[in-house]
């Protein structure tokens, strides 16, 4: 399904250059993303490292990369805003809480049902929203301070620079994979920057990441019941969406490294590295599928890589801050570019007119949701939208075959699921006028999934006994039996054995 560029196995080398290359992509979107949310540019930097060292230590995926997000990010900014950055701290602890919480209890596995058509809408949408990230690179503060498009030869250099970055990582690898090609474009480019003396835009334009070891503190507010439920809904959304992008990107590097991650495991990890990072002043964090790319595509498949990467970082803060801010973010752009041509499903064009319209109604829907609002928002509503569309045309594939017996009472023999979606129909089956007086239905064939397929067949018998009709229902699983109340003394005992299933009902909850 995705096809990312050839890398070499697993190795100390390939985890280290990725490692490293993953780092210098992280610096630029855990500022910006510390911006969005309104804390210093050291609040996005330390959770990037804290929340990617410990997931890549013990988490369930190895390879894929977690940090700062922007899905984070925009749900954080009002929290701050309105109570401020400590507020912040207790709702990140929380949330990594949550999150433990959801592994113990082994809420991982629900992943798998997300459709085929919202996992494609969902990379496309991403794959939309990272180009759309990179454009405010494409800015410069106007005379009245307000961002304005380049123009002139500072356009020109920048797109420049972006190409050179591109051919870079495109070309490189079919002559050489002993270095990442990303790793070395970034180099390459900044080197000439530097030396040929380019006025183009680098990290250190966006905010100084200079700074000191992350500090234990308790956050600083009041532990009473009003701050619980001032943290506790954000913590709630912050946790879901964060589960909802990890276990989804997993995933996606599932599928591009041919190998199972663990979900269950995932969502511990998660959950114990946001917990510490509330600890450590840092902003929370989650799977980031743009660097998760950077790192698989460049030979990243060990938890040496997300390791690596995490120290890098902590190692720029601290020792190598003046030399990553001349960095130019044309180099950055670049390598982002890449990551978007290489996310995006570009053989979704294609299918569009080969897959049921349904599905290609929830590839679009997914994908625009995913721009406007965030990830979890498309996913959650890509699955309620599927989730109908099956509903809706499971509904029409119950019926009946009638016919007589010996003793002139007609029969009818059901087949397809009885649930909600298809009740109506069921109903319309069945001609209590004109049948004769003795009439069997026979489930023998057709399961009962819910309560309103209940209310159904005790509807039906209701009819039948008021037009003074005998009604024999055979067939109902013992469960369906304690549930009908007006057709309960019209349900059968049969030689053949009932079948065995459960109905989704609250009665018995």
Not at 204 to 229: K, R
Not at 279 to 286: E, K, S
Request: glycine share 10%.
């Amino acid at each position: 399904m995705f096809e990312p560029h050839a890398a070499p196995t697993r190795n100390i080398k390939n985890d280290v250059l990725s490692g490293l290359t993953v780092a210098l992509a992280l610096v630029p979107e855990a500022v910006a993303f510390a911006f969005v949310a309104g804390v210093e540019p050291l609040v996005g930097l330390y959770a990037a490292f804290m929340v990617g060292l410990i997931t890549a230590s013990i988490g369930g995926r190895p390879g894929m990369i977690s940090g700062a997000t922007g899905a984070l990010a925009v749900v954080m900014v009002a929290l701050v805003a309105d109570h401020g950055v400590e507020y912040l701290f207790a709702t990140v602890v929380l949330m990594g809480v949550i999150q433990i919480s959801a592994g113990v209890l082994h809420l991982g596995k629900f992943i798998r049902m997300v459709p085929h058509p919202v996992m494609l809408g969902f990379v496309n949408g991403l794959a939309i929203v990272i180009l759309l990230a990179q454009m405010k690179s494409f800015q410069l503060p106007g005379a009245d301070g307000t961002m304005q498009w380049m123009s002139g030869s500072a356009l020109w250099i920048m797109l420049g620079l972006v190409a050179l970055t591109m051919a870079i990582i495109h070309f490189l690898p079919k002559l050489t994979t002993a270095v990442p090609s990303s790793l070395a474009a970034i180099v390459v480019v900044s080197l000439l920057v530097i030396g040929i003396g380019f006025e183009t835009k680098t990290v250190g334009d966006i905010a100084s990441i200079a700074g000191g070891l992350p500090d234990f503190h308790l956050p600083v507010v009041p532990f009473s019941l009003e701050t619980l439920w001032i943290i506790l809904p954000y913590s709630i959304i912050l946790a879901a969406i964060g589960l909802i992008e990890s276990l989804l990107t997993l995933t996606l590097i599932d599928e591009l490294t041919d190998t199972r991650g663990r979900g269950n495991k995932e969502c511990i990890a998660q959950g114990t590295a946001n917990v510490v990072t509330g600890f450590f002043g840092g902003m929370g964090g989650c799977a980031m599928i743009g660097q998760s790319m950077i790192n698989v595509n460049s030979g990243g498949r060990g938890r040496l890589s997300g390791i690596t990467a995490a120290l890098a970082l902590l190692a720029f803060i601290l020792f190598a801050s003046s030399l990553i801010e001349q960095i130019p973010l044309a180099a950055l752009v670049g390598v982002m570019f890449i990551v978007v041509i290489g996310t995006f499903e570009w053989s979704s064009f294609r299918i569009l007119g080969k897959v049921p319209r349904a599905d290609a109604f929830i590839l679009i829907l997914v994908s625009a949701v995913t721009v406007a609002t965030d990830l979890a928002i498309a996913v959650i509503v890509g699955v309620i939208v599927s989730a109908l569309v099956f509903a809706w045309q499971h509904a029409k594939h119950i019926n009946v075959r009638t016919s007589l017996n010996e003793m002139g009472g007609k029969i009818y023999e059901l087949e397809g699921p009885l649930f909600f979606a298809s009740v109506k129909n069921f109903g319309d089956l069945f001609d209590v006028k004109n049948d004769p007086d003795d009439v069997v239905v026979e489930f023998q064939k057709s399961r009962v999934y819910d309560h309103s397929a209940v209310e159904a067949i005790d509807a039906l018998a209701e009819r039948y006994l008021k037009a003074g009709k005998r009604l024999h229902l055979r067939h109902i699983s013992p469960e369906c039996k304690k549930l009908l109340t007006k057709a309960g003394d019209l349900v059968e005992v049969n030689m053949i054995e009932d079948p065995k299933y459960f109905v989704a009902d609250d009665k018995l909850a």
